[in-house]
């Protein structure tokens, strides 16, 4: 036994270690959207967490899959993430500071300290605050904003579509606070409770919510009243070519977190790409699709 324990792909990574790793790529709100266990969904936390998977040997099982079908994507990709040590302390993982295409620096606060300057910062928070890294969770949100906000009408109504939006919905209620658009969030992780208390406590309009996963509501939202349309992918999950296919949309937003495979179109030309080095986040990789109608 002991000869093939080196075969083994988690040998001397410890389950703290591969949790810890997950959280910090993806949240327990995506976790929760790939495995729908209670110590992800409600009240999330590293120790609570660890609590139920040292017990509950299918759900640990399904945790470590993930985390090794994640490691297997970011080896494809040539992303070096920092593989955890034995011990379970995250190895350093160097990143030269470069400039984005907007000229932003890496790493830098400016997203952070604009959201933070504003009133609406107050009613924000509360969906943030549980997040295992907030600052992380409000940067990407934003940047879906500052990009698609020059596309917006200036006159009239229009849509938001937030796809893969996580049990709380941050991105589309960051939007439904500092836009006049009406915004739809889809995930079939949404915690529902949670967001309508949230939605009724600050009063916030023009914000519906789709339990669900979006190939199983496309035909209700392709069934909406016609006016432009614009779609979010903010570290979803999902293949970002049959929605932008189903959906006449007039721009998309799509920020990388490590599948690009899924999170970029393979058969369309970005408008704009780069890194956005506003967003607090080891992946920074966004781009912007404008519908070739449009």
Known sequence: MSDEQPKNPLHGITLRAVLEDLVERRGFDDLASHISIRCFTHNPSIKSSLKFLRKTPWARAKVEALYLADKRGADKHGRSRGKPSPSGRRQPKREKAQH???????????????????????????????????????????????HLRPFFPKEGPFRVIHIGDGAHARTAALFA??????????????????????????????????????????????????????????????????????????????????????????????????????????????????????
């Open 100 to 146: 984005g295409d907007d000229g932003a620096r890496g790493g830098n606060s400016d997203y952070l300290d604009r959201l933070m300057r504003r009133e609406s910062f107050e009613a924000i928070w509360p969906l943030f605050a549980n997040a295992a890294k907030p600052a992380k969770e409000l940067t990407e949100s934003f940047s879906a904003l500052q």
């Open 177 to 294: 606070l500092k836009s006049r658009g009406e915004n739809i969030s889809v995930d079939p992780s949404l915690n529902l409770e949670l967001v309508e208390s949230w939605r009724d406590r600050f009063s916030v309009q023009r914000l519906a919510l789709r339990k669900a996963r979006v190939e199983d509501v496309m035909q209700q939202l392709e069934a909406l009243p016609v006016m432009p349309l614009f779609i979010t992918f903010v570290h979803a999950h999902v293949d970002v070519d049959p929605v932008l296919d189903a959906l006449p949309f007039t721009a998309a937003f799509s920020l990388v977190c490590f599948v690009p495979g899924h999170q970029l179109s393979r058969i369309r030309t970005p408008h704009k790409t780069g890194k956005d080095f506003s967003v607090l986040s080891d992946d920074r990789h966004y781009a912007v699709w404008l519908d070739k109608h449009e």
